[in-house]
């Protein structure tokens, strides 16, 4: 550690010898866990995510359908040593070294080893915990072995400007994403922490190539970071011929990791990330250590494809305006946006710096305030204490919901689309909120919920993600998964023990409220929050309770047609054989009922029809095999029309259901005229530029 600098300079004064600054960087390095790299595993698990995440930015950014390449490899003692600058040593005495372990303690690792991992297989896909510190090779203390890896991130996306790369990556708290606009990263943090894993764990600079759309050389850096001074420290740079027209960013690093441990969090985060980014591809090679081509090699080596399954991205999203409620949150907001408004008015100022206010909405407010203050007023004339009473105001003022045109949701479709692959469930049900105002922010909840589905347990199986980032740890604390476990799911007709439930919520906003700056969870204090979740989850299962309604209700229809149509052949052979026995008679049934009880007549009698009826038996006009027919039919026609009076019941449209479709644009929504083919009672609107998913 290096010597830290003291407030005052080691001049007369005689100050508190304890006073230190410290450094963004290093406060980060000291507190590695709060973005996410805690230990090896979960910092091998964290750089990808950062890399990968910034390379769908960077494509997003200009528009283009992003393609990303990961490869991890996996780094020898003896190659780190190397790439250090060490030459390599052969051991003479393994007895000396601390990774020494007897035959008869290694079998007996190797064999707990597999046990935990078999656990992990069994419970760490499904965004559960892994559980246990995986099987990381131990040495004969059951310390972990160190492990290296060099992770590469290549991309399509905008690439960064030549004299910009050092900052980008090599200062703490630098980046292009502040606004207020739905990006994936946020803080200016994530690859520089990379870079102070790999500077602390192995001391190797990151590798950066880069170049941007319609550049004619390539940026090449080798930089790492200096942590006291929190500024980036290059040790190459060079702009080579891009011969290949190529843009995007490359970025590579070497770090201690576990690839043991969190293995299936890795291939977890990436089949989801597949699911919410459809229309990017996303390659993954994992390359062992283990000489190429050997048996140890092949069973270890992962090489993963996830095609591009859309060729429409989402609407960009658009950096927007706080919402006068963020005023609420931030007390120091009025007072910067006054001093760095361009506005000449104070209606203006409320008009033009946030989202919400119109011309004349921003001149009542200005009147409101009171005396003193002037719509005309310039905002630079305004005080201190005047700004105090600006903050009041929007604090307390009424204001609509923002509107969600800037942010980028997934969308029903994209999760809709997620749920069948990755649960292939029976149902399925999908709502997406209306955007709400969350700390000044706005914020858009999705949800799916599914029933069944192949491979999947039985009870809750959750899955969140936040402005498209699939959120694998700290579950239990989510305000998803809280929301799940809140609400009374029989009252839809669930069973939350037995029945497999998936619960996908999807939420997306200028600013998603992280518990920490690892991105990991959103916590269930925020009511505002909570009850969006709650709503949407709510919604889907009552479409959900809806059909289940309505299977019930076939089921048992089914039941009773079954028990009515068993019973069509003994009913008509009966009713033909009375038929047919009166029809030999000499008299007809009425008759013989008359003498048999002095006029007084057994039951109503259509003298008529049972002489039609009679001589029909007996011409053959009628037969058993006719009457079954006729019963059959009728049951048929009862069946029908108890199921068009149910549908009528449940919902006053008629039969009702969403069908949904990929538009070819990403523009609104509009419709096709209803069409009604025939008489058939089908009626369906095509959105228009449409087609149907398979
Ligand atoms: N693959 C990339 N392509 C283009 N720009 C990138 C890439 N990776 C990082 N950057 C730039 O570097 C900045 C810092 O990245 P990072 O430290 O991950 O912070 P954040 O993503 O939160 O802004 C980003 O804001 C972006 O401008
Ligand atoms: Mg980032």
Not at 396 to 404: C, H, L, T
Not at 454 to 464: A, H, L, Q, S
Request: hydrophobic letters at 35%.
């Amino acid at each position: 550690m290096p010597p830290k600098k003291t407030a005052g300079g080691g001049g007369t004064t005689t100050g508190d010898a304890n006073l230190k600054q410290k450094s963004p960087a290093e406060f980060f390095q000291d507190n590695k866990g709060i973005a996410g790299f805690e230990n090896a595993g979960k910092s091998l698990y964290t750089t990808l995510r950062e890399f990968i995440e910034n390379a769908l930015d960077a494509a997003e950014h200009i528009g283009v359908l992003p393609q990303v390449d990961v490869l991890v490899e996996e780094v020898t003692l003896t190659q780190y040593e190397t790439m250090i600058g060490l030459d390599a040593h052969v051991r003479k005495d393994d007895t000396l070294y601390d990774d020494f372990e007897t035959e008869k303690a290694k079998a007996k690792r190797l064999e707990k080893e597999a046990k935990v991992e078999m656990q992990q297989e069994k419970g760490g896909a499904k965004g559960k915990k892994g559980g246990g510190r995986g099987g990381n090779a131990s040495n004969a203390k059951g310390e972990e072995k160190k492990s290296y890896f060099k992770i590469t991130v290549k991309d399509n996306g905008k690439g960064m400007e030549h004299n910009d790369i050092p900052n980008m990556l090599g200062r703490v708290l630098s980046g292009t994403k502040y606004g207020v606009r739905q990006t994936r990263g946020k803080f200016g943090l994530g690859s520089k922490m990379a870079l102070i894993w790999s500077k602390q764990t192995t001391g190797l600079p990151i590798r950066v190539r880069s170049a941007q759309p319609g550049q004619n050389f390539v940026s090449e850096y080798v930089l790492d970071i200096d942590i006291e001074k929190n500024a980036p420290n290059v040790h190459k740079e060079e702009k080579k011929p891009n011969t290949t027209k190529w843009h995007g960013a490359e970025l590579s690093v070497t770090i201690e990791g576990n690839w043991t441990s969190h293995r299936q969090y890795v291939l977890a985060y990436l089949r989801q990330l597949a699911i919410v980014t459809p229309y990017a591809a996303l390659g993954f090679r994992y390359i062992s250590s283990h000489a190429a081509g050997s048996a140890a090699a092949r069973n270890q080596d992962i090489q993963l494809h996830f095609a591009r399954r859309a060729e429409v991205m989402p609407p960009l999203p658009r950096a927007t305006k706080y919402h006068p409620s963020a005023a609420k949150e931030n007390q120091l907001l009025v007072k910067e946006l006054l001093s760095n408004t361009r506005e000449k008015t104070l209606s203006g100022f409320f008009n033009k710096e946030f989202t919400c206010i119109n011309r004349e909405h921003a001149n009542r407010l200005a009147r409101e305030l009171g005396g003193g203050f002037s719509a005309s007023m310039h905002p630079k004339n305004v005080s201190d204490k005047q700004g105090a009473r600006i903050q009041q105001l929007l604090a307390s003022a009424r204001f609509s919901d923002p509107s969600g045109e800037c942010l980028s949701p997934a969308g029903e479709y994209n999760l809709r689309l997620g749920v069948m692959k990755e649960l292939g469930p029976d149902w399925i049900a999908s709502y997406a909120s209306p955007a709400l105002a969350c700390g000044g922010h706005p914020l858009i909840v999705e949800a799916c919920v599914s029933l069944g589905g192949r491979d999947v347990k039985p009870g809750f199986n959750v899955f969140r993600f936040a402005n498209r980032i699939p959120l694998l740890f700290e579950g239990g604390a989510d305000v998803a998964t809280r929301c799940v476990q809140r609400l009374n799911w029989t009252t839809y007709k669930i069973d939350k023990n037995n029945d497999k439930i998936g619960v996908f919520v999807s939420i997306v906003s200028t600013k998603i409220p992280f518990k920490g700056t690892s991105k990991e969870y959103i916590g269930d204090e925020n009511a505002e929050i909570a009850e969006a979740v709650d709503k949407a989850i709510k919604q889907c299962a009552s479409q959900l309770r809806g059909k289940i309604v309505r299977a019930q209700a076939l089921k048992d229809r089914r039941a009773r047609k079954k028990a009515l149509t068993k019973y069509v052949p003994d009913c008509c052979n009966a009713i033909f054989a009375m038929l047919a026995s009166a029809a030999d008679a000499d008299t007809l049934p009425n008759e013989r009922a008359e003498s048999y009880d002095e006029k007084e007549m057994l039951w109503p009698v259509d003298v008529e029809w049972e002489k039609e009826a009679t001589q029909k038996a007996r011409t053959r006009e009628i037969t058993a095999e006719i009457l079954q027919k006729r019963l059959e039919e009728c049951v048929e026609k009862i069946d029908n029309e108890e199921a068009l009076e149910f549908s009528m019941q449940q919902n006053k449209d008629g039969l009702k259901q969403d069908v949904f479709l990929n538009p070819f644009s990403s523009l609104a929504h509009e419709y096709e005229p209803e069409l009604r083919p025939g008489n058939s009672g089908i009626a369906f609107r095509l959105l228009k530029k449409a087609r149907l998913i398979a």
